[in-house]
């Protein structure tokens, strides 16, 4: 078996001390969705968490992490981040902003510390899985640890199920 290469997530939190477990998958470049990942990793998808970055009006770049089973909602977004409008931003933004390439974008090493919202059922879970920095790693990782590490905040955003 070939060795994991370490991202910089993992060495962050290596740094840190904080316990987690590097997990590859096959990548299909065609297909990066949450859903891929949880088939590839045998995983449900409500423990598969994915990272995504927006601007608001008010408070500029922020990083709401929600399971692969659900959307982003904005309006929620936007009233737990200080703002009155948000959006996801630009695929082309992605790279310069966080430092990371769609399907590996990480809650854990961005090139700045954005403010960070993970949604509440993150901690239905004993594990939750988020990208470690590169298309086809995840990180397994308790998610208490994950929010305390970013100093993340906890809060209902995602669009409600009918």
Sequence with gaps: MKKLTKTNAARLLDQAHVPYELI?????????AADHVAHELGEDIRCVFKTLVLR????GHFVCVVPGSDEVDL??????????KVDLI???ELLPVTGYIRGGCSPIGMKKAFPTFFHTTCMDFPFIYVSAGMRGLQLKIEPARLVQFVDGELADIIIDRK
């Design 90 to 92: 630009a695929m082309k």
């Design 24 to 32: 590859p998958y096959e990548v299909d470049e065609s297909n990066l």
């Design 56 to 59: 608001g009006e008010r408070s």
């Design 75 to 84: 309006k929620k977004a936007a009233r737990v981040s200080g703002n009155k």
